[in-house]
Nanobody, 124 residues
Framework: QVQLVESGGGLVRPGGSLRLSCAAS????????IGWFRQAPGKEREGVSS????????EYADSVKGRFTISRDNAKNTVYLQMNDLKPEDTAVYYC?????????????????WGQGTQVTVSS
């Protein structure tokens, strides 16, 4: 069974950093576009960042540009989301997802395989 597993979430103070990891089981991540999404209580799931297969270009939500960085480590079959200068409004459950088309358009319905999520809480 193909599976994505997120890790690295936790509680951090405003201005702090976290690195989320997305590891794949039974498939090779470098063959897929990978996206990070988040969902806060009472809100819709929103795209945070993606990296595609076609030309390895990346996309970021305006709210995280300059603070978050997505990257791949193909040797570890893992995609990361480095999150710096975290703000309380970044608090959410963060999910990684794989897009079999490879394009990684940052919309939830463009992605086909989802992880279970990891909680990120930014609070003083």
């Amino acid at each position: 069974q193909v599976q994505l597993v997120e890790s690295g979430g936790g509680l951090v103070r405003p201005g702090g950093s976290l690195r989320l990891s997305c590891a794949a089981s039974r498939f090779i991540l470098e063959n897929y576009a990978i996206g990070w999404f988040r969902q806060a209580p009472g809100k819709e799931r929103e795209g945070v960042s993606s990296i595609n297969v076609v030309d390895s270009s990346t996309e970021y939500a305006d709210s995280v540009k300059g603070r978050f960085t997505i990257s791949r480590d193909n040797a570890k079959n893992t995609v990361y989301l480095q999150m710096n200068d975290l703000k309380p409004e970044d608090t959410a459950v963060y999910y990684c997802a794989a897009d079999v088309t490879g394009w990684g358009i940052l919309q939830p319905n463009e992605f086909h395989i989802w992880g279970q999520g990891t909680q990120v809480t930014v609070s003083s």
